[in-house]
T-cell receptor, first 112, second 110 residues
């Protein structure tokens, strides 16, 4: 079974530029999560989708971050414009049912 | 207080030592995950537990649901085991919610 796919693996951008990350969850997984992990900290939930609807985006900085999940499958997370403090690993995870969760390898973003 | 607490935050050991990393949580869960994150940031899922014990190679994970506690053990540790180990729990709050610990940075010296 293919895992959660994320791209790119690494991205370096200048502050005030825009960036987008892509996540392809495991086929059939209704729930998709985006997390932000700043160096030295545990991952923090940015947004959670159930199919193509948003379940929780309370910690998403909506002035610069946006996310969508088209047709309840793939998802993109965008930052516009990026700030230095956005440097982090962006982790996507997906799940089906209420027990198992599967994790992507993450995208490491460096804002300079 | 975080819902998921890991200890220690940092651990340095010599090659060959037996390693234990602990995870405690304060809420009802349906599953607990142990993840490994290498310096490049990539995350690998090691175990998913809802009860008992699982073993994969030199890695052993246990969970005690009554005590809300899990441990990850590494036997015969090796420098390539150096990584951040993260505990995450699946919480049922209406929709499923994943909550992560802050991670344990493990360094194994040769």
């Amino acid at each position: 079974e293919a895992g959660v796919a994320q791209s790119p693996r690494y991205k370096i951008i200048e502050k005030r530029q825009s960036v987008a990350f892509w996540c392809n969850p495991i086929s059939g997984h209704a729930t998709l999560y985006w997390y932000q992990q700043i160096l030295g900290q545990g991952p923090k939930l940015l947004i959670q989708f159930q199919n193509n609807g948003v379940v929780d985006d309370s910690q998403l900085p909506k002035d610069r971050f946006s996310a969508e999940r088209l047709k309840g499958v793939d998802s993109t997370l965008k930052i516009q414009p990026a700030k230095l403090e956005d440097s982090a690993v962006y982790l996507c995870a997906s799940s089906i049912g209420r027990v198992e969760a599967f994790f992507g390898q993450g995208t490491r973003l460096t804002v300079v | 207080k975080n819902e998921v607490e890991q200890s220690p935050q940092n651990l340095t050991a010599q090659e060959g030592e037996f390693i234990t990393i602990n995870c405690s949580y304060s809420v009802g869960i349906s599953a607990l995950h142990w993840l490994q994150q290498h310096p490049g940031g990539g995350i690998v899922s090691l175990f998913m537990l809802s009860s008992g014990k699982k073993k994969h190679g030199r890695l052993i994970a246990t969970i005690n649901i009554q005590e809300k506690h899990s441990s990850l053990h590494i036997t015969a540790s090796h420098p390539r085991d150096s990584a951040v180990y993260i505990c995450a729990v699946s919480i049922i709050q209406g929709a499923q919610k994943l909550v992560f610990g802050q991670g344990t940075r493990l360094t194994i010296n040769p």
